[in-house]
């Protein structure tokens, strides 16, 4: 199944993307893709309510705005540095242990929206990201059971300003946190229709050329180890989501660096989880 969320900003409402690429609203159903929908079994009950309603569901048009497939959830947790080849365009020694970080859920914007420089910005970059959507309360799971905890995967490019991140003093997350800083979707796919999210091809494009290229084959660290980690140091909730890293072909790793200016266009992708594509604008225009 294919969670959608559709309509003005700030005023979305649920829907599904079905196998024929059509979209329906589902606001019949009367829950909104939040942590107590995923708490409380969301998905599965959605597919039997479709059973019998989808015929009743009204279509929502192609040119529809889609907003994040999921309301805002109670946290972002980010892994760095999950791709060896990563590790070493960074400057950095591959981890012997995932390395975390937080991104602020006020960052989180729909997947066709724009993407704001933040004030002062000289070095804003790109990574795109597997996203994994967790689907129940989870705390000390271990790696054999940390699979049964996810509901589904998104797309994310967890965009990153270095100077803030790398430059300046304490820890990534004021790279990380801008405004607009964390476009996902178009969608989130359920668990069930993701044979293998160890074998997934992902890519990015700027301006039309293809800069990023791997598969998440390359992880340094895999989803059950990494959920199983995090899980160690907080509860993760429902809904929240882990992002896994980005692999090799960020600006930071181009020599010299190469960043975001205002007019960029960023396109990626990722199998089965569909295609973003992202508009780079100056600071205030969307403030």
Known sequence: MKLIRFGKSGSELPGIELANGNRIDVSAFGEDYNENFFAANGIQRLEKW????????PVVSQDTRLGPPITRPSKIVCVGLNYASHAAESGMNVPTEPVLFFKATSSIIGPTD???????????????ELAVVIGKKTSYVSKAEAMDNVAGYMLHNDVSERAFQLEREGQWVKGKSCDTFA????????????????????????????????NTSDFIFDIPHVISYISQFMTLLPGDIISTGTPFGVGLGFDP???????????????????????VVPFGLNA
């Open 50 to 57: 479709l059973e019998e309603n989808e015929s009743s569901c």
């Open 114 to 128: 724009d993407v704001m420089l933040p004030r002062g910005s000289e070095k804003s970059d790109w990574e795109v």
């Open 257 to 279: 660096p190469k960043y975001l200016k205002a007019g960029d266009v960023m396109e990626l992708g990722i199998d089965g989880l569909g295609v973003s594509r992202q508009t």
């Open 183 to 214: 476009p996902i979707g178009p969608y989130l796919v359920s668990k069930s229709e993701i044979a293998d999210p160890h074998n997934l091809n992902l890519w990015l494009e700027l301006n039309g050329e293809k800069i990023q290229n791997s």
